[in-house]
């Protein structure tokens, strides 16, 4: 399975539609956000995505609140499973333990990648383009035996996308 990750669009819309449309391309099959939306329209923008999808909110997200009802969005940390997978989902990095396979949180805008102690551990870095002049998502490839992560990357106004993979063999307890 290929799972698109975002986090930290806030109002960049076009660079979100952007990501969402490179990562379809891959091959992405479901499609994760980390928070801070911000906007109605970023809603929108995933559940017209014609991906299974799951968000969190952000702590810029109070606003979308009304909306949970409407969207496939939690309260983190959400925990869910996909691909015999335990994931746990939230924007600020406050709940890291590895209570699960994989953590994917957002927040600091950074791209970060680790696998420690049995559980991978994925902040896709921002959308919006914001700290690092870079829009930045992940595409998890999950496998039998490793994951594959794709951090795709360019600045907001260039056409090609950069990509720089790492893998990691699964631990097997």
Known sequence: ?????????????????????????????????????EIKENLDMLQNSNLRYVAVFGNNDYNLIQYQNSYNIFKEP?????????????????????????????HTHY???????????????????????LTQCVLLEILEDRYIINRYFKSPTAKIWDCKTISYIIDRD
Do not use: W
């Open 78 to 106: 959400n925990y869910f499973k996909l691909v015999n997978k335990k994931f746990k989902l939230m924007h600020m990095p406050y709940y890291m333990s590895n209570d699960t396979d994989i953590v994917i949180f957002g």
């Open 1 to 37: 399975m290929k799972i698109a990750i975002l986090s930290d669009t806030h109002r960049k819309t076009s660079l979100m539609q952007e990501a969402i449309d490179m990562l379809k391309t891959k091959g992405a099959n479901f499609l994760i956000h980390a928070g801070d939306l």
């Open 111 to 133: 791209f970060e990648v680790d696998y420690k102690n049995g559980t991978l551990y994925i902040n896709p870095g921002e959308i919006c383009a914001r700290n690092q002049n």
